[in-house]
């Protein structure tokens, strides 16, 4: 199995990046934020748990987070192999991921960190926030879920580094060169 972690800030370009990489290689997108709007939208009981924390731009607590990203790998034994969108985003969550992983001989593959800086980041997500109705990309909330992608979500990088895994791409400029340059990454491992 491919199994890569696509990482970065809001806004970083995660969802574009992983609809190009779905297509090219044909592999299964996990993104827990979709999943979460997923339930909020359908009213379920996990959606009426984390809604207010979502709306608010806190992260949803890792044991509701695990829990939901273990289902959703074991009800896709047949995948080629796994893009993980917007988790993990705390070291334990990343800690849980690879245990997980391992019981079913598995491993992440790769990390790719897409860099941009804040100022496009705020740019980016204000003209979103015209488009969609995403209640957490209004100025407030965003700046939430800032603070909480640069308190928490950032220790995930060292964690990765430290396994030799990391690799960091430039997510600003043309949309394709930014997925040329993430293939690149991925086609070291892909024969
Ligand atoms: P972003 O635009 O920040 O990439 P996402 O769509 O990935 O947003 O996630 C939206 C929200 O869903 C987050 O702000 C958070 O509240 C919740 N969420 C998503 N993934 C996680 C996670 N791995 N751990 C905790 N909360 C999460």
Redesign the pocket.
Known sequence: MLNLVLF?????G??TQSQKLIDHYQLMHI???????AHIKLQTELGKK?SQ??A???????A??IAM?EEEVKQNPQAKGFIF??????VP?AEALDAFLAGINEKITAVIALDVTQEELTRR?AERHKVTN?P??DAEKLK??IE??FTKTVQVLPYYEAQGKLDKINGIGNIDTIFADLCKVVDRFEV
């Open positions: 970065g800030p809001p806004g970083a995660k969802g993104s827990t934020g979709d999943i979460f709007r984390v924390l979502i608010d731009g806190q992260l949803v607590p890792d509701v987070t990203l969108d917007g988790f993990p985003r705390t969550q997500i995403r957490d990309d939430k879920r909480e992608y």
